[in-house]
C-alpha cells in the first residue's frame, strides 16, 4: 500500500508541475513582422488584439488563415496547440469554419 500512495504523489507531483511551467509559457516574436505579431496575439487568446492587429496590417482572416504560419505550423494549428481561447480565436480566423479537437474543451 505505501508503494501505490508513493506512485500515486509521483504521478500528482509530475502532472501538477507540468500544468505549472504550462501556465507561465509566454509568447514573443521572432522578428518585427507583423505576421509574427499577429502568431503572438492569437496565442495569448485576445480575439479583440488580434481583431485589431489584423485590421491595422491590412490583412483579411481569410488571409490569415491560408497564409500565416507560425514555428512552420498553419496559425489555426499553432493556437490549438499553444494557444489560450483556443475556440474562440480559430473561430474568429476561420469565420466559424473551426472544428478542431480542442474546441468542446476551450471557452
Known amino acids: 500500500m505505501k508503494t501505490?500512495?508513493?506512485?500515486?504523489?509521483?504521478?500528482?507531483?509530475?502532472?501538477?508541475?507540468?500544468?505549472t511551467a504550462q501556465a507561465n509559457s509566454q509568447f514573443v516574436a521572432a522578428d518585427d513582422a507583423i505576421t509574427s505579431e499577429i502568431c503572438v496575439i492569437a496565442a495569448k487568446g485576445n480575439k479583440m488584439k488580434l481583431h485589431k492587429a489584423i485590421k491595422e496590417a491590412g490583412l483579411t482572416r481569410g488571409?490569415?488563415?491560408?497564409?500565416?504560419?507560425?514555428?512552420?505550423?498553419?496559425?489555426?494549428?499553432?493556437v490549438e496547440q499553444y494557444g489560450d481561447n483556443v475556440a474562440k480565436?480559430?473561430?474568429?480566423?476561420?469565420?466559424?469554419?473551426?472544428?478542431?479537437?480542442?474546441?468542446s474543451r476551450a471557452n
Request: glycine letters at 8%; a negative charge.
Open 89 to 103: 480565436i480559430n473561430r474568429y480566423i476561420t469565420a466559424g469554419d473551426y472544428t478542431g479537437t480542442l474546441i
Open 4 to 19: 501505490f500512495t508513493k506512485i500515486v504523489m509521483v504521478a500528482g507531483l509530475t502532472f501538477g508541475a507540468m500544468a
Open 63 to 78: 488571409f490569415v488563415e491560408d497564409n500565416v504560419t507560425c514555428n512552420e505550423l498553419p496559425i489555426v494549428d499553432f
